[in-house]
């Protein structure tokens, strides 16, 4: 009987994270992160051996160039810091181009890419 108790006991408690703002999905809603109203796809790829050189895909920019912009810009800076521990880039592809001079590729992709330069 009191084995039941404590197995009902610990379901409902468990059951109940979420509601308070605690838990996965509230883990989920809080790293989308949205640039000029819009959330952007990306993937960051490491180009190299020694994982400094990298791109990023933003998909779907043209539907904000400047918000894609933005995007690449935080998923290159998030890169860097996570793996080099340190923000300092060289881009080889920036994302500061005026936007009448951004070229997007397939599948209406925006391209960045550089080096992270922080040991």
């Keep these: 009987m009191i084995r039941a108790l404590v197995i009902a006991f610990l379901v409902a408690s468990l059951s109940g994270c979420g509601w308070f703002g605690i838990g996965q999905d509230r883990a989920l809603r809080s790293e989308r992160v949205l640039f000029d109203g819009i959330r952007f796809r990306t993937d960051v790829?490491?180009?190299?051996?020694?994982?400094?050189?990298?791109t990023v895909d933003v998909r779907g920019a043209s539907r904000s160039l400047a918000g894609a912009q933005e995007a690449g810009e935080f998923?290159?800076?998030?890169?860097?810091?996570?793996?080099?521990?340190?923000?300092?880039?060289?881009w080889t592809q920036s994302p500061y181009q005026e936007l009448e001079a951004l070229e997007l590729g397939a599948n209406d992709t925006l391209t960045i890419a550089g080096r992270c330069t922080k040991r």
Excluded: H, M, N
């Design 45 to 54: 790829d490491s180009t190299s051996q020694d994982r400094r050189d990298f």
């Design 75 to 90: 998923e290159a800076v998030k890169y860097c810091l996570g793996v080099f521990g340190g923000s300092d880039i060289a």
